[in-house]
């Protein structure tokens, strides 16, 4: 069984916190890097963040300092912990996993995508 569940996501004001979750079935994260991805209605699908199987981190520039990615390899779950949200980080936020060890910022370099969680910041 191959699952990529994505939850956490909700209404929040500018400058609040949200943690997403990213839960795992099927994947053993010793080998795959795990994606985080936005996309906004009528923009184009962009990278967050990625954590590769050795725990090297990547930021797209609009959200470090903001957004931390990490893991918790014993409930294979992956985090986006989310702080200071400004409303262009409004998106659905998708959680995907790269048949690699190691991180790209592509979206087409994933394999295996889940259904997203709308993460909406406004006052």
């Known amino acids: 069984q191959v699952q990529v569940v994505e939850s956490g996501g909700g209404l929040v004001q500018p400058g609040g916190s949200l943690r997403l979750a990213c839960a795992l079935s099927?994947?053993?994260?010793?080998?795959?890097?795990v994606g985080w991805f936005r996309q906004a209605p009528g923009k184009e699908r962009e990278g967050v963040s990625c954590?590769?199987?050795?725990?090297?981190?990547n930021y797209a520039d609009s959200v470090k300092g903001r957004f931390t990615i990490s893991r918790d390899n014993a409930k294979n779950i992956v985090y986006l912990q989310m702080n200071g949200l400004k409303p262009e980080d409004t998106a659905v936020y998708y959680c995907?996993?790269?048949?690699?060890?190691?991180?790209?910022?592509?979206?087409?370099?994933?394999?295996?995508w889940g259904q997203g969680t709308q993460v909406t910041v406004s006052s």
């Open positions: 099927g994947f053993n994260l010793d080998y795959y890097a």
């Open positions: 954590l590769s199987a050795s725990d090297i981190t």
């Open positions: 995907a996993v790269r048949f690699r060890t190691g991180c790209s910022a592509l979206a087409q370099e994933y394999n295996y």
